[in-house]
T-cell receptor
Framework: DAGITQSPRHKVTETGTPVTLRCHQTENHRYMYWYRQDPGHGLRLIHYSYGVKDTDKGEVSDGYSVSRSKTEDFLLTLESATSSQTSVYFC???????????FGSGTRLTVV | DAKTTQPNSMESNEEEPVHLPCNHSTISGTDYIHWYRQLPSQGPEYVIHGLTSNVNNRMASLAIAEDRKSSTLILHRATLRDAAVYYCILQNSGNTPLVFGKGTRLSVIA
């Protein structure tokens, strides 16, 4: 849907290692978002981007960085993964036609 | 951000209409009302949005109170596939990121 792909779909990593999650879209959408979802917290915004090299922090950005060097790719990096970052991560694009969001299928990350 | 209040959970019988309420008493004149839903093990899915007038699409209808302090998402005929968490979200402008609350968990009984 809307050509949005998240990779990997599942990942298990060790505490202290760097991890990069990728969100790829094929329809040239300008606005992209990263959310995480945990039981009891719902979806929380991590970072977002309004275009190439134009990014901003969301409510839970500590421990995360992002990069957007191309319109189609929005990368989320955990510089040094911690167990508290075990979560499901969703990427979303915003459609200009109706301002609605289309979400990817999610990446389930486990930090052990 | 203006906040919304939704019931934690609701239950509906299959093939009956469902009215999901949302209160947003602090809504501003430029806030759009968005509804999303999230099926089990999936990402959220756009349902509908509106500003002042009632809106209809293939998935649902959105009824907005005249004073805009509340709205209702209407599923005209619930199916088992409509069992999901439904989120009512206010967005101040098209560029403001959506902020999700806890939503309403809808159960549909066969």
């Amino acid at each position: 849907d809307a050509g949005i792909t998240q990779s990997p779909r599942h990942k298990v990593t060790e505490t202290g290692t760097p991890v990069t999650l990728r969100c790829h879209q094929t329809e040239n959408h300008r606005y992209m978002y990263w959310y995480r979802q945990d039981p009891g917290h719902g979806l929380r915004l991590i970072h977002y981007s309004y275009g190439v090299k134009d990014t901003d922090k969301g409510e839970v950005s500590d421990g995360y960085s992002v990069s957007r060097s191309k319109t189609e790719d929005f990368l989320l990096t955990l510089e040094s993964a911690t167990s508290s970052q075990t979560s499901v991560y969703f990427c979303a694009i915003q459609r200009l036609a109706d301002y609605g969001y289309t979400f990817g299928s999610g990446t389930r990350l486990t930090v052990v | 951000d203006a906040k919304t209040t939704q019931p934690n959970s609701m239950e509906s019988n299959e093939e009956e209409p469902v009215h999901l309420p949302c209160n947003h008493s602090t809504i501003s004149g430029t806030d759009y009302i968005h509804w999303y839903r999230q099926l089990p093990s999936q990402g959220p899915e756009y349902v509908i949005h509106g500003l002042t007038s009632n809106v209809n699409n293939r998935m649902a209808s959105l009824a907005i109170a005249e004073d805009r302090k509340s709205s209702t998402l209407i599923l005209h005929r619930a199916t088992l596939r409509d069992a999901a968490v439904y989120y009512c979200i206010l967005q101040n402008s098209g560029n403001t990121p959506l902020v999700f609350g806890k939503g309403t968990r809808l159960s549909v009984i066969a």
